[in-house]
C-alpha cells in the first residue's frame, strides 16, 4: 500500500485517508476539524484549470481545496 | 393594549457553520430583515436584537458562522470570543439536515463547555417533503441527548413551535436537558490542566473550562491570552501532546459516527448534474462570461432601459411639469425657480430615473448569490486569485462591488489573511459599482448608440484585468499574502426564493433611495450653487459677465486634463464632484449644460448636450471614453474612503487614492491617444478586431498549454519532470 498526497490522486476514485501533516497547525487542525481524519474516505470529483484547486467529496458534502493544502492530505492508494 | 413584559430577559446565542440558516432563522425569530445570503461571510458581526415569546422579552445574537471555536479568520476570532464570554447564556445551534455530520462536531465543541444547548436542525423545505430523511435524522439525535427540533427556519409555524420549546426549556424551565457524557474527554487530564491555568483564567477573565478544551486542541493564540510563566509553560507541555487535537478530534468524529447507521442513504450535499455544465473544462468559463453579458444587455438595454425611460418620464412630466408650472406662477424669483428646476428636479430627478436599472443589477448579484452559483465561480477563478495573491473568497466581495464597493468592503472581515484583506479592498474601486451606471449610459450612449453595450461591457472587463494586475504587482512587492488555506465548502444549487429575492430588492432599494435623498441631494444642491453663482455671489445667468464659482475652480484644473481628451472646465467640476459620490458626475453635466425639465426627456437632451460643441461640457468621441475611463478608474467616493480608513487603515487609503489617480491618468493617456491614431484608420471596428484577436490568441495559447502537460503525464502531480512514478 503506498501512501500519497491527496493532490496526486486521480479523479473520481475512493481514497482512505492514512494521516494528516501537521506541519501547518492552523491548516491541518481546521482540516481535522472539518472530518479529515484517519480512516475517512474521500474521492475527487474536479480539478480546476490550471489543477492548482481541488474539489472532493467527503462524509456527505462537497468542498474546495487549494492544491497544497491537498498535499497535507496523505491518503492510501 | 400595550403587553407587558416580565423582567427576565435570556440571551440566547445563535450558533452554527456557515450557510445553515442562521440569519434566516434570527430574522425568523426576531422579524427583520438582515442580509441572507447563500455565501458565508455575510454575517459579519455579532447582530443583537430582542425577540419575543408569550410575554417574556428576550435577546438574540446572531453570531457569525463557526466551523470551530479554534478560529482561523477575524469573524470567526469575533464568534468564538463571544461564545467564551456568555456561557451562561443558552445556545441555539443552527444545523442543516443535509451536513448533519459536520455541524456536530461544533455542537460537540460548544456542549462541552456549555450545557444550556439546543439543536434546531433546518431542513430548508416543507417537513412533509423529506419525511423518510427526518425519521432517520431523529432515530440519530436521539442517541446524542441533546434537545433538537426539525423545522424549517422560514416557516413561520415550526418557528413558533421552536419558539415554544424554547420557553418550556429555557425560560419557565419546565422540560430539562439531558446531562451529556463526553467520554472521550475523560482521558485527558482534564482538572490537572484546569489546577494549572485556573489562576491565569481568573487574573484574565476567561473561563477555565472553555480555556481547557482550547489547549487540549493545541490553540497557540488561546494559550498565549493565558500568560503563562516559563514553569508552567513547560508542565502543561508534558501533559498535552504536540498535535494532540488529532486525537482530540478524531474521537470527538467517532463518538458522532457511532450516532448513525453504517450503510445510510447519502445525498451528498453540494453535487449537482448542473456542475457537470457549470464547471465543464470546455464550457465553463464561456458560460460565465455569456451570463455576465446577458446581465449586462438586461440591465443597461432591454429590461433596465424601458423601465428607467418610463420613470424618467413620471418625474419630467408628472411631478417636473405640474411643479415648475405651479411654481413659476406663484413665484417670480429667478433663482428659486432654477434651483428647483435645474438643481433638484433636473440633477437628483436624472438620478432618480436610473432606480430600476440599479435595482436590476443588485437583483441579478443576489440571483448569483442565491442560487449557489457563486461558489463555482470562485471555483472556476481560484487558480488566476492564487496567482495574484487573492483566494476565491474575495470573490464575493469583489462581486458585490459592481453594487456598491461601501458595503463590499466590509465584507472582506471574512479574510483570513490580513494581507489578501487588504488587497480585496483596494481592488473594490475598480469593480465599477452601480453609482457610475448613469455615466455609462448617458456619455457612451451619446456617442456609441447600440454598440454602447459592448463599450460598457469591454469597461466592466478592462476594470476587472487592471485588478487582477494590480493584485499581482502587490503581490510580489508590498503585500505578500501568506499562504492562505482556501477551504470552501460547496453549497447545493437551489431556485432563489423569490421572497428572499423581495426581500434583499427592497433592502437596495432603501438604501438607494436614502443615499439619493441625503447625501446625493445635499451634494446638487451644494453643486448648483457653486455653479449658479460667482464668487461675488450674483446669478450667473442674469448676469452674463459673472463667472460661476465651479467655471473658475474648473478652468484652473482644466488644462491638466487636455491630454487625455477632456480639457473643459464643465467636465473636470463634474470630475471634482465626482470625489464626493460618483452619482454626482452625471447630474453635474445635466446642471451645468442645463436642461429643460420641461422639455424633451432629460436623458436625451443630456446625451445631445454633450455632442454639441457650445455645450459647457461637451467630449469628442475619444474624449467621451477617455472620460468614462477616467471616471471608472480615479477615486473611490468619500463613503468608500471612510470605510477603508477603519478597515484597512490611513496608509492604505492614501495609497490606494494615489494609485488611482496616477493609474486613471496613465491608462486613459494611452487609451486617448490610440483611440486617436485609430480614428484616422476607420475606428471602432479595428479596436473590436484587436480585442477579438486577442481573446482568440490566449485561448489557443492555454489550449495548447493543456494539450501539452496531458500529451506527458499521466499521473496529475504538476510537477511535471516526466517522471519516473
Known amino acids: ?77 | 393594549m400595550k403587553k407587558k413584559f416580565s423582567i427576565n430577559s435570556t440571551k440566547f446565542l445563535l450558533v452554527g457553520n456557515p450557510n445553515t440558516g442562521k440569519t434566516t432563522l434570527f430574522n425568523s425569530l426576531t422579524k427583520s430583515n438582515e442580509h441572507v445570503g447563500n455565501w458565508h461571510g455575510v454575517t459579519v458581526s455579532e447582530k443583537e436584537k430582542d425577540f419575543i415569546i408569550e410575554d417574556t422579552r428576550n435577546t438574540l445574537v446572531d453570531l457569525p458562522g463557526l466551523y470551530s471555536l479554534t478560529p482561523l479568520s477575524y469573524e470567526e476570532e469575533v464568534g468564538a470570543d463571544y461564545i467564551m464570554n456568555n456561557l451562561s447564556s443558552p445556545v441555539i445551534n443552527i444545523c442543516d439536515i443535509n451536513n448533519l455530520k459536520k455541524n456536530l462536531f461544533l455542537t460537540l465543541q460548544v456542549a462541552e463547555i456549555n450545557k444550556n444547548i439546543i439543536l434546531f436542525i433546518n431542513t430548508f423545505k416543507n417537513k412533509n417533503k423529506i419525511k423518510k430523511q427526518i425519521i432517520n435524522t431523529e432515530k440519530n439525535l436521539n442517541k446524542l441527548g441533546i434537545k433538537y427540533f426539525i423545522g424549517d427556519a422560514n416557516n413561520k409555524k415550526d418557528v413558533l413551535l421552536f419558539k415554544n420549546l424554547l420557553l418550556n426549556i429555557f425560560i419557565s424551565k419546565k422540560l430539562k436537558n439531558n446531562l451529556l457524557n463526553f467520554n472521550y474527554l475523560n482521558n485527558n487530564n482534564i482538572n490537572l490542566i484546569k489546577s494549572i491555568i485556573v489562576e491565569n483564567c481568573y487574573k484574565n477573565n476567561l473561563d477555565p473550562n472553555y480555556m481547557v478544551t482550547r489547549l487540549l486542541e493545541n490553540d497557540k493564540k488561546a494559550e498565549e491570552k493565558l500568560n503563562l510563566n516559563a514553569q508552567k509553560k513547560e508542565y502543561l507541555n508534558k501533559i498535552i501532546k504536540k498535535n494532540n487535537f488529532i486525537e482530540l478530534n478524531k474521537k470527538r468524529f467517532n463518538f458522532i459516527n457511532n450516532l448513525f447507521e453504517k450503510n445510510e442513504e447519502k445525498i451528498i450535499y453540494g453535487k449537482s448534474i448542473l456542475d457537470k455544465i457549470f464547471l465543464n473544462k470546455f464550457f465553463a468559463l464561456p458560460i460565465f462570461f455569456g451570463i455576465l453579458f446577458l446581465i449586462f444587455y438586461l440591465t443597461f438595454f432591454s429590461v433596465g432601459a424601458s423601465l428607467s425611460n418610463l420613470l424618467r418620464e413620471f418625474i419630467q412630466n408628472v411631478i417636473g411639469g405640474k411643479f415648475i408650472s405651479w411654481l413659476q406662477s406663484v413665484c417670480d424669483i429667478i433663482w428659486i425657480i432654477d434651483l428647483f428646476e435645474t438643481g433638484i428636479i433636473g440633477g437628483v430627478g436624472t438620478l432618480l430615473a436610473f432606480l430600476p436599472q440599479v435595482i436590476l443589477l443588485f437583483f441579478f448579484l443576489s440571483l448569483i448569490e442565491d442560487s449557489g452559483y457563486l461558489a463555482r465561480i470562485a471555483f472556476l477563478f481560484e487558480d488566476i486569485f492564487a496567482k495574484v495573491g487573492l483566494s476565491g473568497k474575495s470573490v464575493y466581495t469583489l462581486l458585490m462591488s459592481f453594487g456598491c464597493g461601501t458595503t463590499a468592503t466590509l465584507t472582506a472581515r471574512n479574510m483570513e489573511d490580513k494581507n489578501a484583506k487588504i488587497k480585496t479592498a483596494l481592488l473594490t474601486p475598480y469593480m465599477s459599482c452601480s453609482a457610475k451606471l448613469p455615466i455609462y449610459a448617458v456619455i457612451g450612449g451619446a456617442f456609441f448608440g447600440a454598440n454602447n453595450v459592448f463599450i460598457i461591457f469591454a469597461l466592466y472587463i478592462l476594470g476587472i484585468i487592471i485588478a487582477l494586475l494590480l493584485s499581482l504587482i502587490l503581490e510580489q512587492k508590498f503585500l505578500k499574502s501568506k499562504e492562505q488555506s482556501f477551504i470552501l465548502e460547496f453549497p447545493a444549487y437551489r431556485i432563489p426564493s423569490f421572497i428572499r429575492v423581495i426581500k434583499i430588492l427592497w433592502e437596495n432599494l432603501k438604501l438607494f433611495l436614502i443615499r439619493i435623498g441625503t447625501l446625493i441631494f445635499t451634494l446638487n444642491i451644494i453643486i448648483w450653487i457653486l455653479q449658479s453663482f460667482s464668487f461675488s455671489l450674483k446669478f450667473v445667468q442674469t448676469n452674463p459677465n459673472e463667472v460661476s464659482i465651479l467655471q473658475g475652480i474648473g478652468s484652473v484644473l482644466a488644462p491638466i486634463f487636455s491630454p487625455i481628451g477632456f480639457g473643459n472646465w464643465g467636465a473636470v467640476s463634474a470630475l471634482i464632484a465626482g470625489l464626493a459620490a460618483k452619482e454626482i458626475i452625471v447630474s453635474s453635466i445635466a446642471m451645468i449644460n442645463g436642461i429643460d425639465v420641461m422639455g424633451d426627456n432629460m436623458k436625451n437632451q443630456t446625451m445631445r448636450s454633450i455632442i454639441d460643441p457650445a455645450a459647457a461640457i461637451c467630449f469628442s468621441p475619444a474624449g467621451a471614453l477617455s472620460f468614462m475611463l477616467f471616471c471608472l478608474l480615479y477615486s473611490p467616493c468619500l463613503p468608500t474612503i471612510s470605510v477603508f480608513k477603519k478597515e484597512i487603515g490611513k496608509k492604505w487609503t492614501f495609497f490606494a487614492i494615489l494609485i488611482q489617480f496616477l493609474l486613471a491618468y496613465t491608462v486613459c493617456l494611452i487609451l486617448y491617444n490610440i483611440y486617436i491614431l485609430v480614428e484616422i484608420w476607420e475606428g471602432l471596428k479595428i479596436l473590436i478586431c484587436f480585442f477579438t484577436i486577442f481573446i482568440i490568441i490566449i485561448s489557443i495559447l492555454s489550449l495548447i498549454n493543456r494539450i501539452k502537460n496531458k500529451k506527458f503525464c499521466n499521473y496529475n502531480c504538476n510537477k511535471c519532470g516526466k517522471c519516473k512514478k
Open chain 1, 1 to 77: 500500500m503506498q501512501i500519497i498526497s491527496l493532490n496526486q490522486c486521480e479523479k473520481n476514485r475512493q481514497y482512505l485517508i492514512d494521516y494528516i501533516d501537521t506541519t501547518n497547525l492552523a491548516i491541518s487542525r481546521r482540516l481535522t476539524e472539518l472530518g479529515f481524519i484517519e480512516k475517512t474516505s474521500l474521492k475527487i470529483v474536479q480539478f480546476s484549470a490550471l489543477r492548482k484547486t481541488l474539489l472532493i467529496e467527503i462524509e456527505g458534502y462537497i468542498l474546495s481545496l487549494r492544491s497544497s493544502v491537498a498535499e497535507m492530505i496523505k491518503v492510501r492508494k
